[in-house]
Structure formats: C-alpha cells, structure tokens
C-alpha cells in the first residue's frame, strides 16, 4: 500500500467542475490533504480567503501553478511577465506551497529563434531566483513534452533541466518537476532522474494514451495509457526523493466530464493499483 497522505490532487484535475473552495472540500472529504493551486482558481476567492482556507481544511500545498512563460522578446510583454511571475511568488509565499511550477513559455511573435527562446529563459531566471529565495519559495522547472516547444514550453527534457541547474548555480530556490506525462519516452530518463537527484522537488502523475487526441487537454488516469508510472517513481524515489505523488489530468474528453466526487475516487484507486 502507498502511503495515502502523500497523495496530492493537482486542481487542474477537476478545474471544470470545482473552485477552490470547492475542490479543497472535495479532496478532504475523501481525506486527500495535498492539493495543487491554479492561480486562476485562487484569485477567483483572493488570497487571503484562500490561504485561510487551505489552512482549516489541512491542506498541504504541493504547487502553485504556474510561473515561468518569459519568452517574450518585445520588452514590455516580457517586462509584464516578469511582474506576473513576482505576484504569483508572493502568492506561494502565502499559501506555503512547496515549490511554484516553472513552464519556460513557447516560441513567440512568429520568432523561429529557439536559441534566443531559450537563452531569455534563463536571463529571467538570473533575475526571479533572487526574488524567490529571499521569501522561501523554490522554483520547479518542469520540463514539457517536445510537441509543446512551439507553443508552451522551449524546456523540454530533464536533461536540459539539468543543464540549466548547473549552469544557474542556485540553491535551494531552484528545483526540478518531473511529470511522467512530459518524461516518460525519454531515453535518457533513469540517468537524468539520477542526474537531478535532490533538485526533484515535485512528481507529477497521470498516464499518456495511446490513442491520445490532444496534446494538452487529453491525458489519462494512471493505469489507462502506456506509461510505466511504478518504474517511474521507483527512479524518482531512488534519488532519496519522499514527497507527494501529485496526479494532474487534463481531460477535456473525459475527466472533466464527469461527477468529481467519483474522479477523486478512482484517483484513489489507481493511486494504490496503478502508481
Ligand atoms: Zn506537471
């Protein structure tokens, strides 16, 4: 048996059902204590409600969601999205989530420069860790799937991940979100699950379909897709790795289709036969 007190709901699960408040109730009712927060989902309530509320209901918060999308090259859209990625670190700070889930943005303005993408990135993250660091927050990079370089993430692979770890020299104020969704095909992952070793702050679960439909809003409950999720957390947790196992499934299709009541059910299930 997993350990049921390490099992985390990433919000986004039941976006289309539940609030916050809403899904905070949800997730307890059925003793779920970890949750994952949308910043879209918190502002709704405001901040401070829903840190009041997280708190009464015992809710350790495993993520903020998200930060990062900095690869802007016209100065006052990057400029805004720095300020927008300060608001959302304030707000982790408050809520004590234990990371903010870093997603590095796509290729913009019809820019073919993926080079220069990726380079912005890291200039950001030059000027956000210091930032982060000095009210407690970690920043997870979570590297996504290649089919999303263009429009969602130029940081595709943990072992580029990795490389930006080195190379930006952080502390503690750095860290890395492994998704088994974005991870999972990768040659390479049992030696950078290895590589990254304690920068792995969250672990993201959920199943990649074989049939799947759409990149983003088409991913599976654990056991129904093609993922070796067990092989899977067993590198992760090699690495000395014992946080949540955070399942975040966006199911236009299916998931967010149905009673929520139910999905947190099954997500209980599968936690215990299919992770
Ligand atoms: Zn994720």
């Not at 927060?37 to 502002?43: A, I, N, P, Y």
């Not at 943990?158 to 974005?182: P, S």
Request: glycine share 10%.
């Amino acid at each position: 048996m997993l350990n049921e007190a390490l099992l985390s709901i990433n919000q986004a699960t039941t976006r289309e059902q539940w609030s916050l408040p809403e899904a905070v109730g949800g997730y307890a009712r059925q003793g779920v204590h970890g949750i994952a927060v949308w910043h879209d989902k918190l502002r709704e309530i405001g901040l401070a409600e829903g840190a009041r509320l997280l708190r009464e209901h015992d809710m350790t918060v495993t993520g903020y969601c998200i930060g990062g999308l900095v690869t802007a090259t016209d100065h006052a859209a990057l400029s805004a999205a720095l300020d927008e990625n300060r608001r959302a670190i304030e707000e982790a700070a408050v809520i004590g989530a234990q990371c903010i889930v870093f997603v590095a943005g796509g290729l913009v303005d019809g820019s073919k420069d993926l080079v220069g993408a990726r380079a912005r990135c890291l200039d950001a993250l030059d000027v956000l860790l210091p930032e982060a660091k000095a009210v407690g927050v970690t920043i997870a990079l979570e590297p996504l799937h290649p089919m999303m370089c263009a429009n969602r993430a130029v940081l595709t692979t943990l072992g580029e991940a990795n490389d930006w770890c080195d190379q930006l020299g952080a502390g503690g104020e750095l860290g890395i979100a492994v998704d088994v969704y974005h991870l999972w095909w990768d040659p390479n992952l049992a030696h950078e699950i290895g590589r990254a070793g304690p920068r792995i702050v969250a672990f993201h679960i959920n199943d990649w379909l074989e049939d799947t439909r759409d990149l983003r809003l088409d991913r599976g409950m654990m056991g129904d897709g093609v993922i070796d999720i067990p092989g899977i957390r067993a590198m992760v947790e090699a690495t000395g790795y014992a946080g949540h196992r955070e399942v975040e499934i966006f199911s236009s299709r299916d998931w967010w289709q149905r009673d929520p009541d139910e999905v947190v059910r099954i997500i209980k299930e599968r936690y215990q036969t299919a992770v």
